[in-house]
């Protein structure tokens, strides 16, 4: 079962839901390593998109969707995450196409996209301590899923267990890139706020397509 | 947490309200998105000099619009870079004709939402180069962190090549200078308290009575070390002998002195560290020509100062004696 328009855009309110119950837990892993503005950041910005998602005419395409959601998320996040998580959404719109319903591959296409552009924006590796963290093992899981004939539900279920995973690999880590490499040895043993938001998006996209938790 | 504010969401838009009242004659505030704009921008055929970033670092940015310095300051929320549609609608309000210099503190998201708007004017039609400033010699430049931070060499960057746009200097010789002025200028910073980000509530770390967090950014984060608490002495080697070492700044040398509060440092105490600061340049045979002391880059209400040193020479001390008029310094009108 593929994933339409309407698919996308309860993924994307699932998105600002989560981000919102969130948006402590976020400030304060940003606080102690960071400026203590991730979690409202985001809030900001998804807030913002689920008025525009309310007042406006209803997107046409998947692609329309994404596009609608990179293009707020960059004109009201800030700070790093709004032209990584923007540029993300705005290369996954541009790999979906003028597709109707995305399907699997479509999914783990779009995933790859995504991360490629966080990579190109942010100019991270895996092992800095950020959110490529969590996005490089996602796409590798969703991409396999896709390969063994799994449902957008399960690709992408794949991909926030992989994420999750991802997210707790950076606690050792010492940051390379990002505000918290300002503190060297002391970023260490402190979970990454970066690759925590893109594990809860991923869970929430995953539970928004039926996919459940693990 | 104790301030004197309304609601936390609203802090920064309340404040730009209330500085277009308090500066009419030398500002106007646009709103949705916030730039702060210099009252008679554009000026024809000057190129525009436009700055930003989190708010909270007040007087910076918008407090150095007017004439002779900013054209225009995008203003994040607290501690947040503003968004790239803000730095477009400043490009399109201080648009000249002789293009635009983006004055960039360097930090990640800063960097990022700056390098976006730039393609975006760009692809416009408007001519943009971008400086990042780089000055904190409190954070190793190597692969292994975003590079230096933008602090109190800001102020200085953001004067002098104010000044220069202002004689008619093109966008070629401001880029130039602005380039010239970060490689000459260096900057430490120390806290003696944390400070409180309005939406988050409470401090953003935590510093015993006998502590200080040497090499501060200005965002209330953690510096790379937590000393004893020192007198005042101890305190400015601890920020001047790392920038001299750093440049490095030489018996001979002519030097810009500025030193900064983070805003909640009253002026005894900084006229008390700023005359250490002089007395220990003049031992190295270092000539303090300019001076600047005050909170003019802060970190909401933190206790704690910064020092920056700017190599001069003779254009460099013109550019910075000339004329300029903006809520926050004002000479020479």
Known sequence: MGCSVEGVVAALRSAAEVVTAHRDELVELDRVIGDADHGENLKRGFTALVSKLDLSEPPATPSAALKLAATTLISTVGGAAGPLYGTALLRAATSVGDAAELDAAGVAAALRAALDGVVARGKAEPGDKTMVDALTPAVAAAEAAAASGSTVAEVLSAAADAADEGAASTVPLVARKGRASYLGERSANHLDPGSRSTALLLRSFAESAGGGDR | MKKIINDPATVVVDALHGMAAAHPDLLRVQTDPAVVVRADAAVHGKVAVISGGG???????????????????????????????????????????????????????????????????????????????????????????????????????????????????????????????????????????????????????????????????????????????????????????????????????????????????????????HGIAERLLAERGITVERRLVGPYITSLEMQGMSLTVLRLDDELVELWDAPVHTAALRWGV
């Open chain 2, 55 to 273: 708010s909270g670092h007040e007087p910076l940015h918008g407090g150095f619009v007017g004439m002779g310095m900013l054209d225009a300051a995008c203003p994040g929320p607290v501690f947040t870079s503003p968004t790239p549609d803000q730095v477009q609608a400043a490009v399109t309000a201080t648009d000249g004709g002789a293009g635009a210099l983006l004055l960039v503190k360097n930090y990640t998201g800063d960097v990022l939402n700056f390098e976006t708007a730039a393609e975006l004017a760009a692809a416009e039609g408007t001519e943009v180069r971008t400086v990042l400033i780089d000055d904190d010699v409190a954070v190793k430049d190597s692969l292994y962190t975003a590079g230096r931070r933008g602090v109190g060499g800001t102020v200085l960057v953001e004067k002098i090549v104010g000044a220069a746009a202002q004689r008619g200097d093109d966008l070629d010789a401001c880029e130039a200078l602005a380039r010239r002025v970060v490689a000459g200028v260096r900057s430490m910073g120390v806290a003696l308290t944390a400070c409180t980000v309005p939406h988050v509530g409470e401090p953003s770390f935590t510093l015993a009575d006998d502590e200080m967090e040497i090499g501060i950014g200005i965002h209330g984060e953690p510096g790379r070390q937590r000393v004893p608490m020192e007198p005042a002495d101890g305190i400015v080697r601890h920020l001047l002998d790392p920038i001299l070492e750093d440049l490095p700044f030489v018996e001979g040398d002519r030097v810009l002195l500025f030193t900064n509060s983070m805003g909640g440092t009253p002026l005894v105490e900084l006229y008390i560290a």
